[in-house]
């Protein structure tokens, strides 16, 4: 307890960091920097040199947003997943093995399609074999009437500027009831 007094207040009294404050009082640096997270003490970057006093936090906060009801915005998204053949590739094996191991299992990606609810986290996910429109639009069928199980009327999709979700196929999926915003 005693320790901890005289380090921080050597913090507050000459601005030292850990470093300085160890080598004075003959302790590890890492308990020093242990004592001053323990109370809050922020980095001397984010501390006014001349008063002492914090120029800005230390992270900015972050922006976040939820909407008012399940339905209200659900995010669709695509991740592109490489096969990784069963067993592991070159990395494990060695390359000629490797090649070996490919020619045997089927080369390429596996596309993860994602549905998240904004409001209740609800997600729905399928992993197919391309990403064409054809497959979204028969995805989005599917996402959408597990969300109609769950008693959720989707009102707005968020999606990004892919191909897939540009189309017309998927605009006429939605419908009119839906609002798609990119």
């Not at 096969?83 to 000629?96: F, L, S």
């Not at 993860?112 to 391309?130: K, N, Q, T, W």
Request: net charge positive; aromatic share 8%.
């Amino acid at each position: 307890m005693r320790t901890e007094r005289r380090i921080l207040g050597l913090r507050i009294s000459r601005r030292w960091g850990p470093a300085r404050i160890a080598y004075r009082l003959g302790l590890a640096v890492s308990t020093v920097q242990r004592v001053l997270t323990r109370y809050g003490a922020p980095p001397l970057r984010f501390i006014d040199p001349a008063t002492g006093v914090r120029v800005r936090s230390s992270r900015p906060a972050p922006r976040r947003y939820e909407h008012a009801a399940p339905g209200d915005l659900v995010h669709v998204d695509i991740k592109k997943l490489g096969r990784i053949p069963d067993g592991g590739g070159h990395r494990v094996h060695g390359r000629a093995a490797g090649r070996a191991i490919k020619k045997q299992s089927k080369p390429g990606y596996a596309y993860l399609h994602h549905a998240v609810d904004d409001h209740s986290r609800l997600a729905y996910s399928e992993i197919l074999g391309d990403e064409r429109k054809e497959t979204v639009a028969a995805f989005w069928t599917r996402a959408n009437a597990h969300f109609a199980d769950c008693g959720i009327t989707v009102k707005r999709v968020l999606t990004d500027n892919g191909s897939a979700y540009r189309s017309h196929l998927f605009a006429e999926t939605l419908g009119e009831t839906i609002t798609h915003k990119r």
